[in-house]
């Protein structure tokens, strides 16, 4: 076997954000007429035009924003809801999204209803599916950002390089790629999921044939015919591996601790559906929070593990039917029954 028709994929797990320390009203009416000035953007600009163009290092802020994904930016849409104007968010990268920005394997997509999947104060009835894919959520993450104007208090391109707390000021200091900064409130959105989660695997150096993390998908690289392995089988492998398995010549698999599957009902939204959420908003309203409450008792269930049998049950026979060889479904049954 040649070493280029080799080719490991690996996924990566995902933990969640954090805010610090809420701002002070002191700038407020201050810094109104200034954002108000710079918040109207034309549309027809990039993502990048849209966002500042210019930076003021050592200017202080109330509150500056780490990351313009998902968290970010319903912290700045809070922000401006609240009264607070004089914020910035800092975002590495060029593009908003964070998560659905650079996660781009193939099926990926979100585990969460698109219903609930989405912010409270910005409903959208124009899913394709009952659980959307990456692309139609990064679309509407940016139509976000253009409808509610956040793009202009974003710096794109401006990475934080560290934050420290000066007691005597009572701020925070940031230095960034594009300067200083200094806030009383910093809020950090940024989010574990968009790094690779890289094992420490001896010897994986040495490997020569293609390598790539499931987070840094090449689509550059053609799958078809090749001997490939996954490590791994947390929620990005069982989305991209059944993509890949009809390309692979060989597809090895290695898993340390198996995961629960259940089957996912993705139905289409059919243009009926859609324009019945787009005439009724409290029907949409209402499916939110049933499905909000059912994903409730599934977390209550995790604490009172007997209560989740029936979900246990259909798990294994999901397995059943899709596993014939009783070895290989027994290596592929969690041996354990979440808790938290």
Same mark, same amino acid.
């Given at each position: 076997?040649?070493?280029?028709?080799?080719? #490991?994929?690996?996924?990566?797990?995902?933990?969640?954000?954090?805010?610090?320390?809420?701002?002070?009203?002191?700038?407020?009416?201050?810094?109104?007429?200034?954002?108000?000035?710079?918040?109207?953007?034309?549309?027809?600009?990039?993502?990048?035009?849209?966002?500042?163009? #210019? #930076?003021?290092?050592?200017?202080?802020?109330?509150?500056?924003?780490?990351?313009?994904?998902?968290?970010?930016?319903?912290?700045?849409?809070?922000?401006?809801?609240?009264?607070?104007?004089?914020?910035?968010?800092?975002?590495?990268?060029?593009?908003?999204?964070?998560?659905?920005?650079?996660?781009?394997?193939?099926?990926?997509?979100?585990? %969460?209803?698109?219903?609930?999947?989405? !912010?409270?104060?910005?409903?959208?009835?124009?899913?394709?599916?009952?659980?959307?894919?990456?692309?139609?959520?990064?679309?509407?993450?940016?139509?976000?950002?253009?409808?509610?104007?956040?793009?202009?208090?974003?710096?794109?391109?401006?990475?934080?390089?560290?934050?420290?707390?000066?007691? #005597?000021?009572?701020?925070?200091?940031?230095?960034?790629?594009?300067?200083?900064?200094?806030?009383?409130?910093?809020? !950090?959105?940024?989010?574990?999921?968009?790094?690779?989660?890289? $094992?420490?695997?001896?010897?994986?150096?040495? !490997?020569?044939?293609?390598?790539?993390?499931?987070?840094?998908?090449?689509?550059?690289?053609?799958?078809?015919?090749?001997?490939?392995?996954?490590?791994?089988?947390?929620?990005?492998?069982?989305?991209?591996?059944?993509?890949?398995?009809?390309?692979?010549?060989?597809?090895?698999? !290695?898993?340390?601790?198996?995961?629960?599957?259940?089957?996912?009902?993705?139905?289409?939204?059919?243009?009926?559906?859609?324009?019945?959420?787009?005439?009724? $908003? %409290?029907?949409?309203?209402?499916?939110?929070?049933?499905?909000?409450?059912?994903?409730?008792?599934?977390?209550?269930?995790?604490?009172?593990? $007997?209560?989740?049998?029936? %979900?246990?049950?259909?798990?294994?026979?999901?397995?059943?039917?899709?596993?014939?060889?009783?070895?290989?479904?027994?290596?592929?049954?969690?041996?354990?029954?979440?808790?938290?």
């Amino acid at each position: 076997m040649k070493q280029d028709d080799q080719v #490991t994929l690996q996924t990566v797990a995902e933990p969640a954000d954090l805010v610090l320390k809420k701002p002070s009203r002191k700038a407020k009416s201050a810094s109104a007429a200034s954002a108000r000035a710079g918040a109207n953007q034309p549309n027809s600009q990039t993502t990048e035009q849209r966002g500042r163009s #210019t #930076t003021m290092p050592g200017r202080v802020y109330d509150t500056i924003i780490i990351g313009a994904g998902i968290s970010g930016l319903a912290a700045a849409y809070k922000l401006n809801q609240a009264g607070y104007q004089d914020y910035l968010v800092l975002e590495k990268a060029g593009r908003v999204g964070g998560t659905w920005r650079d996660n781009t394997y193939p099926g990926c997509g979100c585990d %969460v209803p698109s219903a609930l999947y989405s !912010f409270s104060f910005a409903p959208s009835h124009g899913w394709s599916h009952l659980f959307a894919k990456q692309p139609e959520i990064l679309r509407y993450l940016e139509d976000v950002a253009t409808r509610f104007q956040l793009y202009a208090k974003i710096e794109f391109h401006n990475e934080l390089q560290d934050a420290r707390w000066n007691e #005597t000021e009572q701020m925070w200091g940031l230095n960034t790629s594009k300067g200083r900064y200094r806030a009383r409130t910093v809020i !950090f959105s940024t989010g574990p999921i968009t790094e690779p989660q890289l $094992p420490k695997i001896k010897g994986i150096d040495s !490997f020569k044939g293609e390598m790539f993390h499931s987070a840094r998908w090449n689509h550059a690289y053609d799958l078809r015919g090749k001997r490939i392995a996954v490590i791994g089988t947390g929620a990005s492998a069982i989305q991209f591996i059944p993509k890949i398995q009809p390309l692979a010549k060989e597809l090895y698999i !290695f898993q340390r601790t198996a995961p629960w599957v259940l089957p996912k009902p993705d139905l289409p939204l059919n243009q009926m559906m859609k324009s019945t959420l787009a005439k009724f $908003p %409290v029907i949409q309203q209402r499916w939110r929070g049933a499905v909000s409450q059912s994903l409730n008792l599934i977390n209550f269930g995790l604490r009172h593990p $007997p209560l989740l049998e029936p %979900v246990n049950v259909l798990s294994r026979q999901l397995l059943k039917l899709q596993v014939k060889d009783p070895a290989l479904r027994q290596a592929v049954t969690p041996q354990f029954f979440g808790r938290l």
